[in-house]
């Protein structure tokens, strides 16, 4: 019964093969690899975008960080929702690739055209003495497990176009948002307005990888540049070459997403039919709800691995509501869901 998180999953079993294969004889190194060059065309095609410049690094913030460095100057401030995972879960990372500061626009998870354009607004009118306007940064899924529509990604897309600051995608869990909203990856970035997107792959079922994609190729070379300087150039680039070819390959990015979201919303389900009260109505394969602490007791003590939110299982009052954290992968078993279910 794990729902910590999609990181505490295992390795999808083709990927593991795939690395096997990989592993034998000798290839280039630094990314010169061959793997690398089908990935390069993988990726370009399911994006629809043929000149795409496309990179691999290790970690998420390395992603996220090394994109946004790349949109952004260091006198520039960038836009983002207060919990976006750049300020809630990267320890100041895009700010000192940066250089720059973050700006939360105020709101709830997701971020609205009018406050994005308010904050706007409210930088970048000081002269020598402010921060100049910079990038907006969009996570997709949020961190609260909603999925931004289409039409909202446009509307901010519009919004940051109007003022023309560029646009970069947080997708930790592009995949799971993909699917939830049964478009293609061109609608979901480009089309929108989007120039970059960390397309993230270690949450649904690769070891350790992300890929930038940059649809406007004149940042390639600096972000080569940043790459490297900042220590995120892998010698041995096949073994992150060979886990994203394998979960592009026979659409299994997309088959690990949708069990991930479905296993999300069996969950749920069966949350709902508890009595369970949500905090964000779950729209990919995250949920955060709400339920007595006598449940939480039996369902640790019976095992099960989740965060509590903001909340502890000490004190006296069983009965005192407390917020949770419960993430789905690819991986867990409809037997594993019911079971907690049923000592919930």
Not at 204 to 223: I, P, T
């Amino acid at each position: 019964m794990q729902f910590a998180s999609d990181n505490s999953g295992p390795v999808h079993p083709e990927v593991l093969t795939a690395l096997t294969e990989a592993n034998r004889g000798y290839q280039m190194a630094y990314g010169a690899d061959t793997q690398m060059n089908e990935v390069r065309d993988q990726i370009r095609g399911i994006f629809e975008a043929p000149r795409a410049a496309v990179y691999l690094v290790a970690t998420g913030t390395a992603a996220n960080a090394l994109a946004l460095s790349t949109l952004c100057q260091p006198w520039e401030t960038v836009f983002c929702a207060p919990v976006a995972h750049i300020h809630e879960d990267e320890c100041n990372a895009p700010e000192f690739f940066t250089g720059a500061k973050l700006t939360l626009v105020p709101g709830g998870d997701k971020m609205t055209p009018d406050a994005l354009r308010q904050s706007i607004l409210g930088e970048g009118n000081r002269g020598v003495h402010g921060p100049q306007r910079g990038p907006v940064s969009i996570t997709q899924v949020t961190e609260r497990g909603s999925v931004y529509t289409r039409s909202e990604l446009q509307d901010l897309c519009d919004v940051a176009k109007e003022y023309s600051l560029p646009i970069h995608m947080d997708g930790a869990r592009f995949t799971n948002a993909l699917v939830a909203l049964n478009c293609s990856p061109a609608e979901m970035t480009w089309k929108a307005g989007i120039d970059v997107v960390s397309f993230g792959g270690t949450k649904n079922g690769l070891m350790g990888v992300e890929a930038v994609v940059f649809f406007d190729e004149s940042k390639a070379w600096e972000f080569e540049l940043r790459r490297k300087r900042g220590a995120h150039l892998f010698s041995k680039h096949r073994y992150l070459s060979a886990q994203m070819a394998a979960y592009l390959r026979d659409d299994l990015w997309l088959k690990s997403a949708r069990q991930a979201n479905a296993n999300c919303t069996h969950l749920a389900e069966g949350l709902r039919a508890t009595g369970a009260e949500f905090l964000h109505e779950p729209q990919a394969n995250m949920i955060f709800a709400r339920f007595p602490r006598r449940q939480h007791r039996r369902l640790h003590d019976a095992g099960a691995v989740y965060h509590l939110w903001g909340d502890t299982l000490d004190g006296a009052d069983d009965d005192e509501m407390l917020a949770c954290r419960l993430v789905c992968d690819w991986s867990i078993g409809t037997d594993q869901i019911d079971r907690f279910l049923s000592l919930l």
